[in-house]
């Protein structure tokens, strides 16, 4: 069997497990395929490159997921784990988009474990949303995260990035800061500009993530934009500062929506 299609398991309330032989040629599993049935775990064969939207969408059972070691999972699609009850799973190297959705309202999920050889690129939209996930590691070839992608997860208090990732830093206070691209400049500037700044002005100066247990913030001098959700559920903050000489011009789309502020 190399593909599983659309719905071929929807709703099969008696369903707990299913196994595949080592030498499964299983590729695909498509969409809906295993929603909304009664599964608690399952083992997904070395050669499944595609997880397809809503896979595993509302398995309410399903608590563990497993990847083969040298796994070729490539396309892990949205929804498809929205509403599971993972607690913990671990990313696949070759997957470079979490696709919008992907763990939305998984309200056990508090763990994703990358290696550091993951290729993961980009997050995008509402991921997390409603997951209790509290730490998230990314990989040194890390690029893009979504408008949205941090909003509602309201537990996640800790993300680290290597310092041999060339888009996003993480200063003193913990934040996530994003590497400034102009149009106007050239590669050979944006290398002048990062040997010669070493307080990050001119290249990290946006705010795309602060802790979500943060008390006190501080916003360096050098930002001038604050991303949409950077601090959105942060509800223990008390004390906001801004220096007089700010750079800052730019508050995006609910930078600081449900906070305590």
Do not use: M
Not at 47 to 72: G, H, P, W
Not at 124 to 146: A, D, R
Not at 187 to 200: A, I, T
């Amino acid at each position: 069997v190399e593909i599983i299609d659309d719905n071929a398991f929807e709703k099969c309330n008696n369903l707990v497990e299913v196994s595949f032989s080592k030498d499964s040629k299983l590729r695909i599993i498509g969409k809906y395929c295993f929603s909304e049935s009664t599964i608690h775990n399952i083992f997904i064969p070395k050669k499944v490159e595609t997880i397809d939207e809503d896979a595993f969408y509302r398995c309410t059972n399903l608590e563990e997921v497993k990847f083969d070691e040298d796994s070729e999972l490539k396309h892990l699609n949205r929804y498809s784990f929205a509403h599971s009850s993972i607690e913990r799973i671990s990313i696949p190297n070759e997957v470079l988009i979490l696709k919008e959705r992907t763990f939305t309202n998984c309200k056990n999920l508090r763990e994703i474990i990358f290696s550091r050889e993951s290729k993961l690129k980009t997050i995008e939209q509402y991921v997390f949303s409603n997951s209790k996930i509290s730490t998230l590691e990314l990989g040194e070839e890390f690029e893009e995260f979504k408008e949205g992608w941090c909003r509602f997860a309201n537990y996640l208090n800790e993300i680290n990035i290597p310092r041999t990732n060339k888009n996003f830093i993480i200063n003193e206070n913990n934040f996530i800061l994003g590497k400034t691209k102009s149009k106007n400049k050239t590669k050979k500037d944006e290398e002048e500009d990062e040997e010669n700044n070493n307080d990050n002005s001119n290249v990290y100066d946006s705010i795309y993530f602060a802790p979500r247990n943060i008390k006190e913030v501080n916003i360096p001098r050098f930002i001038k934009t604050i991303e949409s959700y950077a601090f959105s559920g942060c509800n223990q903050i008390k004390l906001i500062q801004i220096d007089e000489t700010s750079k800052l011009e730019k508050l995006n789309k609910e930078s600081f929506s449900h906070s305590s502020i």
